[in-house]
Nanobody
């Protein structure tokens, strides 16, 4: 009922930047928190950053000062600006959103993932 479509991944050299986008669509009444997670091969999926509908943000310690999460509520879109990228940031990045559908029920949805590779 809610689809999340990510874009913006790719290959970048260490120290470079990428901007990920994730657009939500469907029978959405409201979206509460939106976030980005990542999963590297052999590792568990981990939270990277989250932003509430009011704009409050939280980051993993490993990305603080380098990554910035933002959202456009009118477009139901969340962004992740990633600067000073390191090889250890290489992972599949997943978008996540939770909220309320027009029928009053709650939802939690995941995107399909976008690959970010940091390598020289």
């Amino acid at each position: 009922q809610v689809q999340l479509v990510e874009s913006g991944g790719g290959l970048v050299q260490p120290g470079g930047s990428l901007r990920l986008s994730c657009a939500a669509s469907g029978s959405i009444f409201s979206i509460n928190a939106m976030g980005w997670y990542r999963q590297a091969p052999g590792n568990k999926r981990e939270l990277v950053a989250v932003i509430t509908s009011g704009g409050s943000t939280s980051y993993a310690d490993s990305v603080k000062g380098r990554f910035t999460i933002s959202r456009d509520n009118a477009k139901n879109t969340v962004y992740l600006q990633m600067n000073s990228l390191k090889p250890e940031d290489t992972a599949v990045y997943y978008c996540n959103a939770g909220g309320i559908l027009r029928d009053g029920s709650h939802f939690v949805s995941w995107g399909q993932g976008t690959q970010v590779t940091v390598s020289s």
